[in-house]
């Protein structure tokens, strides 16, 4: 069974830092494209951040410079690590593991993690 599940959310002062962690099991993690989405109330789903299996990077312009993805394929875990946080961030953080082969496309999306940036 796959799953993604999400964790380290909550409620932060501005200017404060978090780091979500998402697990992955039942797939090989190595092999997918591990990305970080977000939605806050009334929104879109954006992009905020992605690593490729070769550990290439991408973020939104709204949090470069602040917000740090990794993974560790030992852990099967990516993370998200945030600082500098600002009430545009609230939002619920979502996980999503990506990979395209012979197959097709192959998605899966974690549960979600309410992160709160309020003082």
């Known amino acids: 069974q796959v799953q993604l599940v999400e964790s380290g959310g909550g409620l932060v002062q501005p200017g404060g830092s978090l780091r979500l962690s998402c697990a992955g099991s039942?797939?090989?993690?190595?092999?997918?494209?591990m990305s970080w989405y977000r939605q806050a109330p009334g929104k879109e789903r954006e992009l905020v951040a992605s690593?490729?299996?070769?550990?290439?990077?991408d973020y939104a312009d709204s949090v470069k410079g602040r917000f740090t993805i990794s993974r560790d394929n030992a852990k099967n875990t990516v993370y998200l690590q945030m600082n500098s946080l600002e009430s545009e961030d609230t939002a619920v953080y979502y996980c999503?593991?990506?990979?395209?082969?012979?197959?097709?496309?192959?998605?899966?999306w974690g549960q979600g993690t309410m992160v709160t940036v309020s003082s």
């Open positions: 690593m490729t299996t070769g550990g290439s990077t």
């Open positions: 999503k593991a990506v990979r395209r082969d012979f197959f097709g496309l192959t998605t899966y």
């Open positions: 039942g797939f090989t993690f190595s092999r997918f494209v």
